[in-house]
């Protein structure tokens, strides 16, 4: 773990109303689909995972943390719900997966705490599979959930590691992972 991160307090009416009210609303909001392959980034204690289980019913669930230690306390959550997925001890930064392993990447707001989110960025492409879906908050989340622990940050720029808007809803954004453009593909302006 890094001098970078600091946790966030583990406070049991938050975890209850992203479980139970949050996460179903961006879920519909977002039109999260179902049966694909999902990795939640900065997962900590795993409240998330549960209830994108139930409500998205994925074929393949990862959660990702720095924290070991917050990733012990995930698995005890995910055994009392009784939730099957799996938990990766890494940094956002530099993932231990294939190119294009997920269809759809969740982050409730890593990108916006750690150091160098431009890196987390390219990897989050990298590990999204072409048409899928990058999920986080919006800077309205981040400044309703930590309003003094989010001031001055922003989301870098995702455009350039081919995330493209797809939907926003507030609290929430989507967006899709399309093609970066490369020489061959760069169309030319009609003279």
């Not at 995330?163 to 609290?171: E, G």
Request: hydrophobic share 40%; with cysteine.
């Amino acid at each position: 773990m890094t001098t970078e991160y600091q946790p966030f307090p583990n406070e049991e009416g938050r975890n209850n109303r992203q479980s139970q009210m949050e996460i179903p609303a961006m879920v519909r909001a977002l039109g999260i689909p179902s049966d694909k392959r999902i990795l939640e980034v900065g997962c900590g204690r795993g409240i998330a995972l549960p209830a994108i289980d139930r409500l998205c019913n994925p074929r393949l669930l990862v959660g990702l943390d720095i924290d070991p230690e917050l990733l012990v306390e995930a698995a005890a959550n995910l055994h009392e719900h009784g939730t099957t997925a799996q938990l990766c001890a890494a940094d956002v930064r530099r993932m231990p997966f294939a190119d294009g392993a997920f269809d759809v990447i969740i982050d409730f707001g890593t990108l916006f705490h750690i150091a160098k989110p431009q890196a987390a960025s390219a990897e989050i492409a990298r590990v999204l599979t072409p048409g899928g879906m990058f999920v986080h908050e919006t800077m309205a989340s981040q400044l309703l959930s930590h309003p003094v622990r989010s001031r001055g940050r922003r989301l870098p720029r995702l455009e350039p590691d081919g995330l493209r808007r797809k939907r926003w809803a507030m609290l929430w954004a989507s967006r899709t992972k399309g093609a970066l453009p490369t020489e061959a593909n760069r169309k030319t302006p009609c003279l």
